[in-house]
């Protein structure tokens, strides 16, 4: 079967960092994916990791370890506008992008 | 560039009504996708189409159906609607499949 873990919830103060962690589990892999929503509007794509490694965007980086089956999505100097949900989704062998539950993250100041 | 539109953005069916959700892209992308979002869930996937001429099934296939129009256009009709089908529902497209997949705003669908 398929399935993505990852927390329900995720609470951080103004300037701190988090890291969000997802674990996976689908029948052949392409690569992790990250979305973020804010109250229920158009996900957004965040970043995208095929290969092992750190990939950096700005106050994003995203981590994938496929011997794992493993990656986190860290949101580093959080400003009040990051708070959001926070999706890992993967493609699997048909090529279909499966989703997470989702990480509601408060930034609170 | 308006990116990806959908219509309408709120729609309320009494059980066994049909309907049409609407969606256009105009960054000529390849392949677009419809998903529904349950309040704390994530997206899942019903239908794509990974390029004109062609549409699969995805997760959450069943009580849709839906049409590749052109390369712009995608629909998704809900025949028979059930309160089951209560959700928003996103389209989505992305240059060719794996790739970064751009959201419409969605629509938000009440079946009572």
């Known amino acids: 079967g398929q399935s993505l873990e990852q927390p329900s919830e995720v609470t951080a103060v103004e300037g701190a960092i988090v890291q969000i962690n997802c674990t996976y589990q689908?029948?052949?892999?392409?690569?992790l994916s990250w979305y973020q929503q804010h109250d229920g509007g158009a996900p957004t794509f965040l970043s995208y990791n095929a290969l092992d490694g750190l990939e950096e965007t700005g106050r994003f980086s995203s981590f994938l370890s496929r011997s794992d089956s493993y990656g986190y999505l860290l949101l580093q100097e959080l400003q009040m506008k990051d708070s959001a949900s926070y999706f890992c989704?993967?493609?699997?062998?048909?090529?279909?992008?499966?989703f997470g539950q989702g990480t509601e993250l408060s930034v609170k100041p | 560039n308006a990116g990806v539109t959908q219509t309408p953005k709120f729609q309320v069916l009494k059980t066994g009504q049909s309907m049409t959700l609407q969606c256009a892209q105009d960054?000529?992308?390849?392949?677009m996708y419809w998903y529904r979002q349950d309040p704390g869930m994530g997206l899942r996937l019903i239908y794509y189409?990974?390029?004109?001429?062609?549409?699969d099934k995805g997760e959450v296939p069943n009580g849709y159906n839906v049409s590749r129009l052109n390369k712009r256009e995608f629909s998704l009709r809900l025949e028979s609607a059930a309160p089951s089908q209560t959700s928003v529902y996103f389209c989505?497209?992305?240059?060719?499949?794996?790739?970064?997949?751009?959201f419409g705003p969605g629509t938000r669908l009440t079946v009572t």
């Open positions: 189409s990974a390029s004109e001429g062609t549409t």
């Open positions: 989505a497209s992305s240059e060719v499949s794996r790739d970064e997949q751009y």
């Open positions: 689908t029948s052949g892999f392409y690569g």
């Open positions: 960054m000529n992308h390849n392949s």
């Open positions: 989704a993967v493609y699997n062998q048909g090529g279909k992008l499966i």
